[in-house]
């Protein structure tokens, strides 16, 4: 069993710039992906960014060249910095551990808020 824990979430300005953070307790590198996804109020969860144990990267149309997913894999962390944040960027950010082998399963933090003003 591997626990997420997401920080980093709050209110900013438009234009403005946040850093969220996903502690996990288990090694990063065991699973196939680390991403994060978002829920905005009355919408479908949707996916945001990922990175893989190999370290490539992958974002939303909406986000990419705002948004940067990284990872420290020595303290099992993963980050997603965002810029440039807009309105439309306010949801609940989750991070997620995703594995796929013979099995597939994921793991969920409890999410964080991000919430941008006008």
């Known amino acids: 069993q591997v626990q997420l824990v997401e920080s980093g979430g709050g209110l900013v300005q438009a234009g403005g710039s946040l850093r969220l953070s996903c502690a996990a307790s288990?090694?990063?590198?065991?699973?196939?992906?680390m991403r994060w996804y978002r829920q905005a109020p009355g919408k479908q969860r949707e996916l945001v960014a990922g990175?893989?144990?190999?370290?490539?990267?992958a974002y939303a149309d909406s986000v990419k060249g705002r948004f940067t997913i990284s990872s420290d894999n020595a303290k099992n962390t993963v980050y997603l910095q965002m810029n440039s944040l807009k309105p439309e960027d306010t949801a609940i950010y989750y991070c997620?551990?995703?594995?796929?082998?013979?099995?597939?399963?994921?793991?969920w933090g409890q999410g964080t808020q991000v919430t941008v003003s006008s």
């Open positions: 288990g090694r990063i590198l065991s699973f196939n992906a």
């Open positions: 997620n551990a995703h594995y796929q082998g013979s099995v597939e399963y994921d793991y």
């Open positions: 990175i893989s144990s190999g370290g490539r990267s």
